[in-house]
């Protein structure tokens, strides 16, 4: 080559690199703005579904109140462990109060099992045991429901800005509580104390109220909901309606509650991108891509979520909406496809738990209606809560049969009572 040439080289040469870089830029800003305009849809979208506030606005940071460190005390005493396990400082169980409660946990279990699939207005015996157990720890549940009473509302250590590394409080010990206030409401049932009965139903609701309200999470949801579901057999089994209880059991939100808490963890792998943060524990590298994979998928899992609304629960089919939602996640995303798990099926079991609760008013109004020979029923059907399905009346002897006339197509392991008889005599099979 001669030296005439080689400037001109390296003018194009220059000229070639200068161009490249300028592509590249092009693209990077291209890049940037759409992510831009992703991030702002997506906090547009968080925005609409909770009333004009983003995530942390409407759920601001928060620690344990006055009120949390005295539950947590006050159910270490019967054996039940509400504190975080991994705060110092803290009150748990002695190991004879633990082991306590362990000893009851399966006869606890027997008895919510067959009580739930009651059919009659019979209220369920306890075990011995359990009877034993309640006897011993009644002072200290009275004492949780005073301290409840009391005030403050509860308010719980809660920090959505902290991405995957969000602590959950100890749901599991409120669990372990309002399994045992509602065995107490039954007990007073059965000995017909039916105020005292509706007092332990009022506080059980209202800390159920203050747990869900406290954090969008969707384990929180499903916790609210399990208390619920444990809530509708001992309000079936008032012989009168408690106040206020039909008109709470027709205006549940859990739709509605379970969307959100989905949407939070697309709102919480958004955030985890932000931070740098590692997936399931695992910190791949390179850094930045793996935080774009997690930012892409929270995209993919709000677009998701947007569909999640239209189907129709009746038809729903939680295992194909994951086949089919998977399919949409490109295989080189492998991020995206490791973080979605199956847990469509909390939509439909939402609109189960909604259905029963809706059928326990039905029974408590229709029990109200023969106690105090009401008029007769202006008609034998009524729309449900879900669109196309109804629950029909029949008459039986001294009494009336209340049932779901349709199904849903998703069909838990434990099914929800959807048919129940107001006094009369059984139905034949």
Do not use: C
Not at 203 to 209: D, E, F, G, I, R
Not at 302 to 307: F, P, R
Not at 395 to 401: C, E, R, V
Request: hydrophobic share 40%; charged share 25%.
């Amino acid at each position: 080559m001669n030296r005439v040439d080689q400037p001109r080289l390296l003018r194009w040469f220059l000229a070639g690199a200068g161009l490249f870089a300028l592509l590249g830029l092009i693209v990077a800003l291209a890049l940037m703005s759409w992510i831009t305009s992703v991030d702002r849809r997506l906090d547009g979208d968080w925005r609409r579904a909770l009333g004009g506030a983003s995530f942390p606005e409407r759920y601001p940071a928060t620690e344990d109140n006055v009120t949390v460190h005295d539950l947590e005390k006050l159910g270490a005493a019967i054996g039940i462990d509400m504190a975080p396990p991994d705060t110092p400082g803290r009150v748990h169980p002695t190991p004879e109060a633990a082991k306590r409660f362990e000893a009851v946990k399966v006869p606890m279990k027997a008895f919510y099992a067959a009580y739930r699939i009651s059919t009659d207005d019979t209220p369920a015996p306890v075990s011995p045991e359990i009877a034993a157990f309640l006897e011993s720890i009644r002072p200290g549940l009275d004492a949780i429901r005073s301290r409840l009473a009391q005030g403050p509302p509860p308010v719980w250590k809660r920090d959505l800005d902290a991405g995957f590394e969000t602590k959950i409080p100890n749901y599991l010990g409120l669990l372990a509580l309002q399994k045992l206030f509602l065995l107490d409401a039954a007990e007073r049932l059965r000995g017909r104390r039916e105020t005292q009965a509706g007092e332990i139903l009022d506080a059980s609701w209202s800390l159920n109220q203050a747990m869900s309200d406290n954090n969008p999470s969707l384990i929180t949801q499903l916790i609210a909901q399990a208390v619920i579901r444990l809530q509708q057999p001992i309000l079936r089994s008032f012989p009168r309606a408690p106040a206020g209880w039909p008109e709470r059991l027709r205006h549940l939100d859990l739709q509605s509650r379970i969307l959100r808490g989905l949407r939070y963890e697309a709102f919480g792998a958004h955030r985890a991108a932000s931070l740098d943060q590692s997936i399931l524990g695992i910190k791949p590298r390179p850094r930045m891509l793996a935080r774009w994979a997690i930012w892409d998928y929270a995209r993919r899992l709000s677009t998701i979520l947007d569909d999640l609304p239209r189907q129709d629960v009746r038809t729903f089919d939680p295992d194909a909406f994951n086949r089919e939602k998977l399919k949409s996640i490109p295989r080189w995303q492998t991020v995206a496809r490791l973080m979605l798990p199956n847990f469509w099926d909390s939509w439909p079991k939402s609109a189960h738990v909604e259905l029963e609760a809706e059928l326990t008013a039905l029974i408590l109004e229709e029990r109200d209606r023969l106690a105090t020979g009401g008029p007769q029923r202006a008609v034998n059907r009524l729309p449900s809560r879900v669109k196309g399905l109804s629950w029909v009346y029949e008459d039986l002897p001294g009494g009336t049969a209340v049932h779901l006339d349709g199904e849903l197509r998703y069909q838990e392991p434990k099914p929800v009572l959807l048919w129940f008889r107001v006094g009369g005599v059984a139905r034949s099979n």
